[in-house]
């Protein structure tokens, strides 16, 4: 990307706001862009300045840092999160959200530098697609009823949505979230997963036969599954594309 990282500080709390906005000056590759006391006003100032980052409070009256983060998920572009708390007992469902990291008040410089060294490698040039579809993958976390499994994304299969969850086939096991598809296909950029219907999203390296069905739409096997999944028609011409790379 160019040009340095904008960031917005959301926190009720103006000192505590005052002080986070001057330790990120004396990081070159930040810029804050905005501040907000209040969740509400964080989505507004969200929606005008499209910050490519949020250092977030958790604990706000009204709409706390969640509410937030989870409302950010489904806007376009969508900005990273990095929870700036008093609260240590948030972390696990901070990192439910994505989180790159959960900073503790008062601010430890050292950990706060921490914080932007992830954040760049976060932001560094991208590889081309090929490319970064042979990276090594890191892990998709998925939350459970009681805990939450790490994924590799090379063992998923295939990923639809059915009512209210979203189903995750694995090689041996599926798992289920009530995060959106679109969040979990989100977390999922950089790997061979290309949506093929509205609801499903498949993982191209399983591909195994692509045959015409009717009205132009088409179905697809997939190896270690017997089920024949529906390619939409509007999605069917890119699909073939990217099988012949």
Not at 114 to 135: I, S
Not at 191 to 199: D, M, Q, T, Y
């Amino acid at each position: 990307m160019k040009g340095p990282i904008q960031a917005i500080v959301v926190d009720d709390e103006r000192f505590s706001r005052e002080e986070l906005i001057h330790l990120l000056k004396q990081h070159e590759t930040i810029k804050v862009i905005g501040e907000a006391e209040s969740g509400d006003a964080a989505i507004m100032k969200v929606l005008q300045l499209q910050p490519d980052v949020l250092f977030l409070d958790v604990e706000m009256p009204r709409m706390d840092g969640m509410e937030v983060a989870k409302a950010v998920q489904e806007l376009k572009k969508v900005p990273k999160i990095i929870f700036a708390t008093a609260y240590p007992d948030f972390a696990v469902d901070a990192f439910r959200h994505d989180a790159i990291d959960y900073l503790l008040k008062p601010f430890d410089e050292e950990q706060l530098k921490d914080a932007v060294v992830k954040l760049e490698k976060r932001f560094a040039p991208q590889m081309d697609a090929a490319q970064t579809f042979n990276q090594t993958p890191s892990k998709l976390a998925v939350e459970g009823e009681d805990n939450i499994h790490y994924l590799n994304p090379e063992s998923i299969v295939y990923v639809y949505r059915e009512e209210r969850w979203t189903k995750i086939v694995g090689k041996t096991h599926t798992y289920k979230t009530r995060a959106p598809l679109k969040e979990v296909e989100h977390r999922l950029r950089g790997f061979p997963f290309f949506r093929i219907h509205k609801s499903y999203l498949v993982n191209l390296n399983y591909v195994d036969r692509l045959t015409p069905w009717f009205n132009g739409a088409y179905q697809l096997e997939l190896q270690g599954t017997e089920e024949k999944l529906s390619v939409s028609r509007n999605y069917v011409k890119d699909l073939r594309k990217q099988l012949e790379l």
